[in-house]
């Protein structure tokens, strides 16, 4: 089970902080991630950190986002600052998990969490 928090609607230029928590049971975390999809959109990857610390951004978002988590609580949060319109859409969690003995990354997603951008 995953619970997304903190999408919100927000002006340009402004912030929010998204939050998923991944409850249930305990994860063998390859990567976690946030993924966003705009109306009329193909779902796009937007950041991810992997179980190490190393993390990665898509090209828009560099130097505005930032992905952490929290492996006690089996949580990522995406800080998001001057965002734009065009930041608007559906965010989605998304874990990667490490199933030991094999080259399997089996994914799990949340159920999304609505960030509007708008004057």
């Known amino acids: 089970h995953f619970e997304e928090s903190g999408g919100a609607s927000v002006q340009p230029g402004g912030s929010l902080r998204l939050a998923c928590v991944a409850s249930?049971?305990?994860?063998?975390?390859?990567?976690m991630a946030w993924f966003r999809q705009a109306p009329g959109k193909e779902r796009e990857f937007v950041a991810r950190?992997?179980?190490?610390?190393?993390?990665y951004y898509e090209d828009s978002v560099e130097g505005r986002f930032t992905i952490a988590t929290n492996s006690a609580k089996n949580e990522v949060c995406l800080q998001m600052t001057r965002l734009k319109i065009e930041d608007t859409a559906m965010y989605y969690c998304?874990?990667?998990?490490?199933?030991?003995?094999?080259?399997?990354?089996?994914?799990?997603w949340g159920q999304g969490t609505q960030v509007t951008v708008s004057s």
């Open positions: 998304n874990l990667a998990e490490l199933v030991p003995g094999t080259s399997r990354r089996p994914e799990y």
């Open positions: 950190i992997m179980g190490g610390g190393s993390t």
């Open positions: 249930g049971r305990t994860f063998n975390t390859y990567a």
